[in-house]
């Protein structure tokens, strides 16, 4: 046999296990998921998450390069997010209507391919007023992420295991984001504008294979279950009841009577639904809770790399390749953390998906603290990796609960609400690190360092919000199942 033909032979076989080895792990991924229709659901739902993350840690990535190319600051650069985040804000009420109303694949289908456009545009703007502008429109149309992939896992999921099924779809998010630190961030080194049009090719192909998902009946009662699982969490005709509402009639909870709905929750208009959706206790405070947590998120996706380079002294390679660590180390948080609150509240434990919320936002705040006044990359990132894991596992759990407190034909309403409120904070971050890092602490590395520092109030403020929520949280979750069977 000639060289050539053993090199050939050689190629032939390393192809061969490596498609191998892709087979052999896309069985096992269908087999942890539950099946082909379940995985796909899940991958694609994680994916348009993923597709946001990416876009907002591009820009944070890309900061060093955007400021000398644009001439800009970090104030001009948190404002690139911050323009986007306040677009979707207030894009997400009227999205959060139509996740109630209308087909919410082919909806979130036509969404992308704007956002795949959108995402073009930004990448051929001649000038930092120019891009401002091209990330307003992006921000209008990546709205239509929250309602929507929360009223579909609504629909799609059975309610016993939404918490794990949250933890993989935010481990999509989390994806992303190293997608847009890593990637697109070390290409932004060479060219941000390419950093910028490579996140628009997937867009198109996420759109396309969207659109072919089937329309999930409302209320759940054709959910994807998984082979093998108890009769009892199998769907029946009509809305199902959670696990949580079950637990709360086991144990005599009474609704509250001023909550009950007494009309068709199809029937209420988006101030009549924002009123009442606001009048929940509990859900005012998972909405405060989640911006708080997501404030800090924000802050970490913009000037992470930045702050890690600076701090640790070390390039931006290296840099990213931490916060890639920290990464794993979140999408193990977002995984365990839904996983564990579904556990508890299997094994009657009402308020299990809050207390894991609670516990785990306490931890973050208290392995940020370490990381953030440690010199050296190597013994900080134990701190990161963990805190990062903490600060992951707080919203899976969260996210389920928020649906066992709401009557479905209200989920997406109300997940427009919460997205709008949680924007609106989570928007405000990158130009508030930026300008207090800028104008407040001077600037540099001991800039972003005490700017992090501060901005942990709002994290511990989001401990505290979610233990005042176990009081409330049961009762809501038994009003929420007296209106739905009425």
């Known amino acids: 046999?000639?060289?050539?033909?053993?090199?050939?032979?050689?190629?032939e076989m390393a192809a061969a296990a490596v498609g191998g080895l892709g087979r052999a792990g896309a069985r096992a991924l269908t087999n942890a998921l539950g099946g082909a229709e379940r995985t796909r659901v899940i991958v694609l739902l994680g994916a348009v998450l993923a597709l946001s993350s990416a876009d907002t840690s591009t820009v944070g990535a890309s900061a060093t390069a955007l400021r000398s190319?644009?001439?800009i600051s970090n104030t001009d650069v948190g404002l690139l997010v911050t323009v986007t985040s306040v677009v979707a804000a207030l894009a997400s009420l009227p999205f959060g209507v139509l996740a109630d109303r209308v087909r919410r694949t082919w909806t979130l289908g036509g969404a992308i391919v704007l956002w795949g456009v959108a995402m073009i545009w930004s990448a051929l703007v001649p000038t930092?007023?120019?891009?401002?502008?091209?990330?307003?429109?992006?921000?209008?149309?990546?709205?239509?992420?929250?309602?929507?992939?929360?009223?579909l896992i609504g629909d799609y999921f059975p309610a016993a295991e939404r918490g794990r099924i949250y933890g993989y779809v935010l481990a999509g998010e989390l994806a992303g984001a190293g997608v847009g630190f890593a990637v697109t961030g070390d290409l932004a080194t060479l060219s941000w504008r390419a950093a910028f049009l490579i996140l628009a090719l997937p867009a198109f192909v996420l759109a396309w294979l969207?659109?072919?998902?089937?329309?999930?009946?409302?209320?759940?009662?054709?959910?994807l279950t998984a082979p093998g699982a108890p009769l009892d969490e199998a769907p029946s005709d009509g809305e199902r009841e959670t696990d949580a509402q079950r637990l709360a009639r086991e144990r005599q909870l009474a609704p509250d009577p001023e909550l009950l709905l007494t009309r068709d929750p199809r029937s209420l208009g988006l101030i009549a639904a924002t009123r009442y959706v606001l009048r929940i206790r509990t859900n005012v405070v998972l909405i405060v809770a989640s911006?708080?947590?997501y404030f800090f998120l924000s802050g970490v996706q913009t000037f992470g790399v930045e702050f890690v380079t600076k701090q640790y002294g070390i390039g931006q390679a290296l840099g990213t390749l931490v916060l890639l660590v920290v990464g794993v180390g979140g999408i193990g948080g977002v995984l365990a953390g839904g996983a564990l609150g579904d556990l508890l509240l299997r094994r009657g434990y009402l308020n299990g998906r809050i207390l894991v919320s609670a516990f785990a936002a306490t931890l973050a705040v208290v392995l940020f603290v370490p990381a953030l006044f440690n010199r050296t990359a190597l013994t900080a990132l134990p701190y990161i990796t963990f805190a990062a894991f903490a600060l992951s596992a707080q919203n899976p759990p969260l996210d389920a609960a928020r649906l066992d407190i709401m009557v479905p034909l209200l989920w997406?309403?109300?997940e427009g609400v919460r997205t709008f409120l949680r924007t609106l904070g989570q928007a405000l971050a990158p130009v508030l690190f930026g300008g207090v890092s800028d104008y407040v602490f001077g600037g540099g590395r001991l800039g972003l360092q005490w700017t992090f520092t501060l901005m942990l109030l709002p994290l511990a403020a989001s401990a505290w919000f979610l233990f005042k929520a176990l009081a409330t949280y049961p009762r809501d979750v038994a009003t929420a199942a007296a209106s739905a069977a009425r």
């Open 1 to 11: 046999m000639t060289d050539d033909a053993r090199r050939r032979r050689s190629g």
């Open 69 to 71: 190319a644009l001439h």
């Open 128 to 151: 930092f007023h120019d891009l401002l502008l091209a990330r307003l429109c992006l921000g209008g149309v990546t709205a239509a992420a929250g309602p929507l992939v929360a009223s």
């Open 210 to 223: 969207i659109f072919r998902l089937r329309e999930p009946a409302r209320g759940g009662s054709d959910a």
């Open 291 to 293: 911006a708080c947590g």
């Open 412 to 414: 997406g309403r109300a």
